[in-house]
């Protein structure tokens, strides 16, 4: 009888240790993955709920809404410019990532397979550069784009061209860092096989270098592409007039000062305004987790 009552809480120990041991090395990291997941969702679902509220207001706004509407949405574009926001954060994005792309590449491929005098002073002054951040500079260049506005009209104040002039100066100089770290991790025998074949520098830039560095490219694009329609600081300054905002300072404008009643609209906009931004993301996926480098030189 004695062996018979002692099996069961024998057998049980061993479970008790096994579940332990299991928590102490994978269980927590499941805790911590819930907790990160709902510590990130509750925003999403909060922004959702205040953009279907048929109240509209964030008084009014719960986590799970008791109704569902579209009229936040109908009014941001009766009520608002949100329209010409949204195609001028579309083409100033747009444009200046693929400016600074091309730009940059251009010039990291310089610096990492030329060598020219100077090379190493302009490889540190744009390091030195990057250390300030644009915005102090700002009292300088609104005097500048001020005398700019007479002469120039259409790189001036409230357009989208001056506005990308600005963004040119400040992403050019981090993102050929980037890209010339990684062109220096191809090897040199990929340029001399083709220059021995006949080709010149562009073809050896376009045909060659450029697919290889295609996920580069696309991290860069997408940091530049999410870094324009996100920037507020200075296109606050520079964008007055209600056509020619961005996404950003348009959408400031909804809550600046009626926080509560426009809180509805602003969620919508939020929703809306995503949207670009997980294209672009899912456009440039398969460059960015895809290792195009891997096998191009054997032995």
């Known amino acids: ?59 009014s706004t719960e986590l799970l809404p008791t109704g569902a509407s579209l009229e936040n949405f109908t009014n941001l574009f009766d009520n608002t410019a949100f329209g010409h926001w949204f195609l001028n954060s579309l083409l100033l994005a747009g444009v200046a990532s693929f400016a600074s792309i091309f730009l940059s590449s251009l010039a990291a491929y310089a610096f990492s397979r030329m060598r020219f005098a100077g090379r190493r002073v302009g490889l540190l002054a744009l390091l030195l550069i990057q250390m300030f951040p644009q915005f102090l500079a700002i009292v300088a260049i609104f005097l500048i784009f001020t005398t700019l506005t007479d002469l120039y009209p259409a790189i001036g104040f409230n357009t989208p061209w001056g506005l990308f002039l600005l963004y040119m100066g400040g992403a050019l100089g981090a993102n050929t860092w980037l890209m010339k770290g990684f062109f220096d991790t191809l090897p040199k025998e990929l340029d001399e096989s083709a220059t021995m074949d006949g080709a010149s520098h562009v073809q050896v830039f376009f045909r060659i270098m450029l697919p290889l560095v295609a996920p580069i490219l696309a991290v860069t694009g997408l940091l530049a592409f999410i870094g324009s329609i996100n920037e507020f600081i200075i296109a606050n300054v520079f964008l007055t007039e209600p056509e020619s905002k961005t996404l950003a300072v348009g959408m400031y404008g909804l809550v600046a000062g009626e926080r509560n009643n426009n809180f509805g609209m602003f969620a919508a906009g939020t929703l809306l305004t995503a949207i670009p931004t997980v294209l672009v993301f899912q456009l440039l996926q398969r460059y960015i987790v895809s290792g195009l480098t891997s096998g191009a030189v054997k032995g």
């Open 1 to 59: 009888m004695t062996t018979i009552a002692e099996t069961p809480t024998s057998t049980r120990r061993p479970a008790r240790r096994s579940r332990g041991r299991w928590f102490a090395q994978v269980g927590w990291r499941h805790l911590v993955g819930v907790l990160a997941v709902v510590f990130s969702l509750f925003p999403i679902l909060f922004v959702i709920s205040a953009a279907f509220n048929p109240l509209g207001t964030l008084s």
